[in-house]
């Protein structure tokens, strides 16, 4: 039930011809800033996230006048419909400091935009409930537990900081290969038997860390 409404809330195309193939089944470049207040705290992450040509293809399907590609507004209903399914998975964001839970409240400025080639992008702010101070490094790992979903960075400046004190600074941790039985799990019976709250994804994702003098 989980899987499935996260395959309505975002359209995936299940029906598709591909869709046996195994995990992962939709991919999305991440770009992210790590936004500051003006008391030098953290207070959020911006993101946003590029959906591959399929899912694009499907997310835009039906809208946009005379080929072209449709308009924020025409996609206001599914970036809506988007953002409040995300919530039960944390908006796939999970943030640490002093090896706590940081936790984030419900998202702003929440988008989706086309661009020519009808690319979409789903870009919003996710506020922290407790804005924290960077004096002791806060990290974030963006990504899907189940792996059905594949997050990957973009390859320039993916991670940046945002109205950030002077000295502050953003080091990104890759995650560590894959073992040989790792590997072989990568099948879709695997994640179609996986347990409740196995957590598969966050071995693949790599770690922002921000820190400020």
Known sequence: MRLRHFLIALLLIVAAPHAARAHPHVWVAVRSEVVFGPDGRITGVRHAWEFDEMYSAFAVQGLGKDGKAPTREELAPLAKT?????????????????????????????????????????????????????????????????????????????????????????????????????????????????????????KLATRAIVACP
């Open 82 to 202: 988007n953002v409040e399914s995300l919530a039960e998975f944390d908006y796939f964001t999970y943030a640490r400091q002093n090896n706590a839970k940081a936790a984030f409240g419900a998202p702003e400025n929440v988008y989706l935009e086309a661009n020519d080639k009808k690319i979409v992008t789903l870009h919003f702010f996710l506020p922290l409930q407790t804005p924290v101070a960077a004096k002791k490094p806060f990290s974030f790992q963006v990504y899907d537990p189940t792996y059905f979903v594949s997050f990957g960075l973009e390859k320039k400046e993916p991670v940046k900081l945002a109205q950030a004190p002077s000295g502050c600074s953003v080091s990104l941790v890759d995650p560590a290969p894959l073992v040989a039985t790792d590997n072989q799990k990568l099948s879709e019976a695997f994640f179609q038997n996986m347990s409740p709250g196995a957590d598969f994804g966050v």
